[in-house]
């Protein structure tokens, strides 16, 4: 079985401070790890994922995560951030190695960027 | 091209009633899976239909609910005999075929009262 553990329930941000957003994964296989995006009344939006290869990873509108595998860890970052960045973001996680496609999500964090 | 589809976009139904949700995935997606989004339990997996393989049911709350899937295209979720707490936004994904990674794209949601 695997779980995923977003400790921040909701994080405010001034508009251009960085932020972290906080993820831990518990899983006894490999796994294909991601952060989506849910913007006010949007579906789900993939932002960024590790899949194998470099621990880092980045998206377009700046964002960038780590892969840490012995701290189980797969951190959001971003160094400063924009009023459009305010929505909820999700970690997840698959492991196709054990032939399970389906993602299994973290509680969400709500990031606010204030003014 | 058209992103994936789901109808209605709310339903609102009293307890005991039946419900039907409708997911059109994207066109040339063999994989579709079901999401169920709710404010105690976040996102969490319903099911999951691979080609003309059996489905994946193990995300299934109850035996009220069932899915079924038409063509290798759309697909529906029943969900029998409604209960408050079956009130959630219910998120249709589609990919391409398995195995090895290809991203899932979510539909808007159908968000569903049950009064």
């Known amino acids: 079985a695997q779980s995923v553990t977003q400790l921040d329930s909701q994080v405010p941000v001034f508009e251009e401070a960085p932020v972290e957003l906080r993820c831990n994964y518990s899983s006894s296989v490999s796994v294909y790890l991601f952060w989506y995006v849910q913007y006010p009344n949007q579906g789900l939006q993939l932002l960024l994922k590790?899949?194998?290869?470099?621990?880092l990873v980045e998206s377009i509108n700046g964002f960038e995560a780590e892969f840490n595998k012995s701290q189980t860890s797969f951190h959001l970052r971003k160094p400063s951030v924009h009023i459009s960045d305010t929505a909820e973001y999700f970690c997840?996680?698959?492991?196709?190695?054990?032939?399970?496609?389906?993602?299994?999500f973290g509680k969400g964090t709500k990031l606010s960027v204030i003014p | 091209g058209a992103g994936v589809s789901q109808s209605p976009s709310n339903k609102v139904t009293e307890k005991g009633k039946d419900v039907e949700l409708r997911c059109d995935p994207i066109?040339?997606?063999?994989?579709l899976y079901w999401y169920r989004q709710s404010l105690g339990q976040g996102l969490e997996f319903l099911i999951y239909f691979q080609g003309n393989s059996a489905p994946d049911k193990s995300g299934l709350p109850s035996d009220r609910f069932s899915a079924e899937r038409t063509g290798g295209s759309v697909s529906t979720l029943t969900i029998q005999r409604t209960q408050q707490e079956d009130s959630a936004v219910y998120l249709c994904?589609?990919?391409?075929?398995?195995?090895?990674?290809?991203?899932?794209?979510f539909g808007p949601g159908t968000r569903l009262t049950v009064l």
């Open positions: 590790y899949l194998s290869g470099s621990t």
């Open positions: 066109s040339g997606h063999t994989a």
């Open positions: 997840a996680v698959t492991s196709p190695g054990a032939g399970s496609y389906q993602l299994t």
């Open positions: 994904a589609s990919s391409f075929r398995q195995p090895g990674y290809n991203e899932q794209f």
